[in-house]
């Protein structure tokens, strides 16, 4: 094997190694905010909403609604590595999920899928 093919070799596990990183940051920072916001709730529907375009940067929503279908909690992450974090989205928190201020937030796709999971968890435990 040639020095570019072993250059290449190392450089392709080098990627693979911080790719695996990377991944276990994100996951330690999403199950801290689910850990978080599961234990500031006894009551209420959790749901994850995951967008993820081709050539756009994806969207992850935490969300909670309760018996009302209102949104009790909301928190959003928009990026594409370790330094993205959760943030709340208090445009929504306290309305109804069929609001018209969902539609006109930036998060709609995300916060969409999630409150469809929320829903789904309410359905099974009904």
Do not use: W
């Not at 190392?10 to 996951?27: D, R, T």
């Not at 309760?66 to 993205?84: E, W």
């Not at 928190?93 to 539609?103: G, T």
């Amino acid at each position: 094997m040639s020095n570019n093919g072993i250059s290449f070799l190392i450089f392709l596990i080098i990627v693979i190694v911080i790719k695996q990183i990377i991944g276990y940051f994100n996951s330690k920072i999403y199950t801290q905010e689910y850990k978080e916001m599961i234990n500031n709730r006894k009551n209420g529907y959790f749901g994850v909403g995951v967008y993820q375009p081709k050539f756009k940067i994806g969207q992850v929503c935490l969300i909670v609604i309760d018996d009302q279908n209102i949104i009790q909690d909301c928190r959003v992450i928009k990026g594409l590595s370790v330094f993205a974090r959760f943030h709340p989205d208090d445009t929504i928190i306290k309305e109804n999920i069929d609001s018209k201020a969902l539609k006109s937030s930036k998060y709609y796709k995300s916060i969409t899928l999630a409150i469809e999971n929320a829903l789904n968890a309410q359905k099974r435990r009904s």
